[in-house]
């Protein structure tokens, strides 16, 4: 299978096209969830479609080129006015998204059930923009995304630090002098090409995820910007490449959506499993905080009890304990607990005594807790 | 024998701004003039972060002018800093201390080019004025209150500028971080430096600052605490509350 | 007083509403009978059969798919004020099933044509078993009993010329027999080696099965179906393994698919034509000599002779 990679034409251009676009919109989609900007990429991707379907309309030309300069003239027009919205009126952002959102694509929705009635328009393919028709790439659409995807990238380098501050704090990178509403227009425009050559690949629908997942899943292994957008990048090459090799080794499989259910399976992993924000790991570790405080709470009280009485290693029944802790559960599990780790002894069926250790360390608990 | 004019490190002029049909700062005159450390207080919604951004040009003025040591704003960027609200930003982002000290440098290290030794040097020389050289590595999503506010302030202080403006420096900062925060404004104005402060707490006002201005749409008052933070003066800056207010003035 | 302008303005109100009789009576002689029907070979064997008593709205024009096409407002408001309807059937018309569902509850008069071949002839689904291949005109034999079948339901519905409608249902069935036969001959004619049809996706079906022809598509059955990357891979293999003269594309699907299984034939060595451009689910424009169920069985079997033939 590895070895068709390289030898068959097809899924050599698939992957290659599909891992470039990974690449891309991974980058630029990590900017843009640090702007809090992610669900901007949904609805440029959505404001898309009514500018493929203008483009045919108005040239009557079905080359990817002229429809892709539609999309990307219809997803900045969205953008500009989401942006404009937002600021003029008292709309807010999310609600301006939405809205815009909803527009634009039923509109795009209108105009290709218009269009369907237009003898040869089925031919320019104008329904494949949805759900994208990654299977059918060809060298030619690959240059393509290479051409300006490598464009956009270079951007984003030149332009790193500049960017890193737009995203930051932008009020304090005016007053530096930096031309913060030039570089946000460009980091949009960058953003919206990376959107554009996705469209042919996964689709107006599917590639909001593709600009949002790699960077979420990304944000959950590094604190360090530089590494997070590299990341960002890889996750989506691997998506990319992952849906191609998927949809080369079973029928039917379309190859979008097997690009998209990869990069989802890599959000949820980070999610879950990366290693300091992961929420398995956030909950083992507050389980363990947790059992380390019930554990001193059961010794503090065996020592109260304790120090009542001549001999440190005096029983004390298990239900004076239950009253003592106060909580509604039973304190014999961290009895158990402090038993194996030699810190308590069962006398008999309910009565519990310190061990030496178990005093011990009782002292120091104190000592941390209330200085000595 | 002429004495010669020197130019106010800020000179304010008519400055209005207003949202549609609603003033928020009006028609305000403010002289400055350099080596004060200055204070802007009135009550919320008064203007005085508005103020602050309209001179530095992140809000759109309907009228007036600023100019700084006699040339205007535009031209004096790199002579001015400014310190924003530590509210403003989002400490999650993936970045550490030394990174966010360095961005105060990006205006000079130019286009394309990428900081270098001798920005980090400096960068480091501004953390250690604030007490923060051994948070350099540290993730800005682990600092408290007060670290945060210093880190905010080696940025401003890298830029080595001649005068400075901050929005609510001592807001939620403890102690320690306010007492090494004011020897620090201080430390800027034996060096002729000129500070301007949007401050909250009234009651420290006389101690800390030399200068006053007292807002609420309008400017109210300015000049040297003495003369202006006056009983009568903040009256009309808060309207009413009498107790209060008497109490304020009792400790000038 | 008040009461009384109630009642009358509510006598009015129910006055209102449109004329939902679907059951009318005979036509006269004078209106034409009014007749919707979707796809463009289907309101061409209507319009033939019909004659000049019937007046037919086609809902698709030429190079419409009708897999993906969804009904207006206008197209439904055609439909209801129809006399008869006819649709293809067999889901061919995927988005509009509801719609023709709820037309015969309401009691219009709306026919599948592919009811009038007996459901032994249907090809079944390879992957859907109960789901059938709704391409019927390609094998014209099955085309014939569509002919006789919409002659049947003319002369049900408008008894004062079932005579005529018969009679050119019979006549027309006749023509369509003499140019399966030549088809069959056109196609015989071809190396059997040769004898491979590709196209755009598998509407050839009933055609391979009706003339010995072996038939690929790159998409399924239907259009909705999205060709994923093994489906590519495995037709270029395929057609570079029989070193296949010709593919075709379709006009009423986009070339890209085609193409690109082009592209990584010539990569494997072959250099694969594009035979030409085939009428897969809709007819031609007018003009085009494609605009008549004829005429179009006719440009595609040139077209596909001439492609299979190519090099030789």
């Known amino acids: ?372 | ?252 | 007083m008040y009461r009384i302008s109630l009642i009358v303005l509510l006598l009015t109100v129910a006055g209102c509403g449109p004329s939902t009789d679907p059951t009318r009576g005979p036509v006269s002689e004078d209106e034409p009978l009014r007749v919707v029907a979707t796809t463009s070979m289907i309101a061409d064997v209507v319009r033939v059969v019909g004659g000049p008593t019937v007046d037919v709205t086609g809902l698709m024009g030429p190079g419409i798919d009708p897999h993906l096409y969804k009904a207006s407002e206008g197209d439904v408001a055609r439909m209801s004020n129809a006399d008869i309807v006819f649709y293809n059937g067999l889901h061919l018309e995927g988005k509009m099933v509801e719609i023709f569902a709820q037309m015969a509850e309401r009691g219009k008069d709306v026919h599948a044509v592919t009811e009038g071949i007996a459901p032994g002839k249907y090809r079944e689904s390879e992957l859907f078993a109960g789901n059938y291949d709704p391409h019927v005109w390609f094998d014209l034999s099955l085309w014939q009993d569509v002919t006789r079948y919409v002659g049947d339901r003319l002369a049900d519905r408008d008894s004062v010329h079932a005579a005529q409608y018969r009679r050119r249902a019979a006549a027309y069935a006749d023509t369509i027999a003499a140019l399966h036969t030549w088809t069959a001959a056109k196609m015989d004619g071809i190396d059997p080696s040769l004898r491979v049809l590709i196209t755009s996706h598998d509407a050839f079906g009933y055609f391979g099965r009706a003339y010995g022809v072996e038939v690929r598509g790159l998409q399924g059955i239907s259009t909705a179906s999205e060709a994923g990357t093994a489906d590519v891979q495995e037709l270029a293999e395929f057609v570079a393994d029989r070193r296949i003269p010709s593919m075709f594309v379709e006009s009423s699907i986009s070339p890209r698919g085609i193409e690109a299984v082009r592209a990584a034939v010539r990569d494997k060595g072959f250099d694969v034509q594009i035979g030409g451009t085939l009428y897969g689910d809709a007819l031609g424009p007018a003009g085009s000599g494609a605009d008549t169920y004829l005429g179009m069985m006719r440009a595609n079997i040139a077209t596909i002779t001439a492609g299979l033939q190519h090099g030789n």
């Open chain 1, 1 to 372: 299978m590895m070895e068709a990679l390289f030898t068959d034409y097809t899924l050599r251009t698939v992957a290659l096209g599909a891992s470039l676009l990974g690449v891309v919109s991974g980058a630029l989609g990590g900017f843009a969830l640090l702007r809090r900007q992610a669900l901007l990429g949904d609805a440029i991707s959505h404001a898309a479609l009514p500018g493929i379907a203008l483009a045919f309309l108005v040239t009557g030309s079905k080359a990817p080129l002229v429809l892709v300069t539609g999309a990307a003239l219809a997803g900045w027009i969205g953008a500009a006015l989401i942006m404009s919205v937002t600021r003029r009126t008292r709309v807010t952002y999310d609600s301006a998204l939405g809205i815009m959102l909803s527009v634009f694509f039923g509109f795009g929705l209108v105009l290709l059930t218009y269009i369907q009635r237009i003898p040869g328009a089925n031919q320019a393919g104008l329904d494949n923009f949805l759900f994208g028709q990654a299977a059918a790439l060809v060298e030619k659409d690959v240059l393509v995304i290479l051409g300006l995807g490598s464009g956009a990238l270079v951007l984003l380098a030149v332009f790193w630090k500049e960017f890193k501050v737009l995203s930051f704090d932008r009020a304090f990178g005016a007053t530096i002098g930096l031309p913060m509403k030039r570089l946000d227009h460009l980091l949009t425009a960058l953003f919206v090409i990376a959107i554009v050559i996705g469209l042919q690949t996964v689709g107006v629908v599917l590639m909001s995820a593709m600009i949002i997942a790699p960077g979420a899943a990304a944000r959950q292994w590094t604190d360090r910007l530089g590494r997070m957008i590299v990341l960002s990048a890889t996750f989506g090459a691997v998506s990319g490449l992952g849906g191609a090799l998927v949809s080369s080794s079973a029928h039917h499989v379309p190859t979008g959506p097997a690009i998209v259910l990869i990069v989802s399976a890599i959000v949820v992993v980070s999610l879950l499993f990366a290693p300091n924000r992961g929420l398995v790991w956030r909950r083992i570790r507050e389980w363990r905080h947790g059992r380390e405080l019930r554990v001193d709470a059961v010794l503090l009280d065996l020592y109260a009890l304790a120090s009542q009485h001549t001999s440190s290693d005096h029983p004390h029944a298990e239900r004076v304990l239950n009253v003592m802790s106060g909580v509604s559960a039973s304190a014999r599990p961290t009895l158990r607990l402090l038993e194996l780790l030699g810190l308590a002894r069962k006398i008999d069926a309910s009565r519990w005594s310190l061990t030496p250790e178990g005093v011990e360390r009782a002292q120091r608990v104190i000592e941390r807790q209330y200085g000595s």
């Open chain 2, 1 to 252: 024998m002429a004495t010669e004019k020197i130019d106010a490190a800020i000179d304010v002029r008519d400055l209005t701004v207003a949202y549609g049909e609603k003033p928020v700062l009006w028609d305000i005159d403010l002289e400055v003039p350099s080596g004060v450390l200055m204070a802007v207080v009135g009550p919320n919604g008064a203007g005085k972060t508005t103020f602050l951004k309209s001179i530095l040009g992140l809000v759109r003025t309907a009228a007036g002018s600023v100019l700084i040591n006699g040339r205007p704003y535009a031209d004096m960027r790199q002579r001015v800093a400014y310190v924003p609200q530590r509210g403003s930003v989002d400490w999650d982002f993936p970045t550490n201390v030394l990174d966010v000290v360095m961005m105060g440098l990006y205006g000079q290290v130019g286009w394309v080019r990428r900081p270098g030794r001798a920005e980090r040097d400096r960068a480091l020389m501004a953390l250690d004025q604030v007490g923060m050289e051994s948070f350099a590595e540290r993730q800005i999503s682990q600092l408290s209150g007060g670290q945060q506010q210093r880190v905010f302030l080696a940025r401003a202080l890298v830029q080595d500028a001649d005068i400075y403006f901050m929005d609510e420096p001592f807001q939620g900062v403890d102690a320690t971080t306010e007492r090494a925060i004011i020897d620090l404004l201080r430390a800027l104005r034996e060096r002729g430096k000129t500070v301007v402060v949007v401050h909250h707490d009234l009651q420290t006002v006389p101690e800390y600052f030399d200068h006053v201005m007292l807002l609420n749409v309008r400017r109210i008052a300015s000049g040297p605490v003495g003369d202006v933070f006056t009983e009568e003066h903040l009256r009309t800056t808060y309207g009413g509350r009498v107790s209060f207010v008497r109490a304020v003035a009792a400790a000038t």
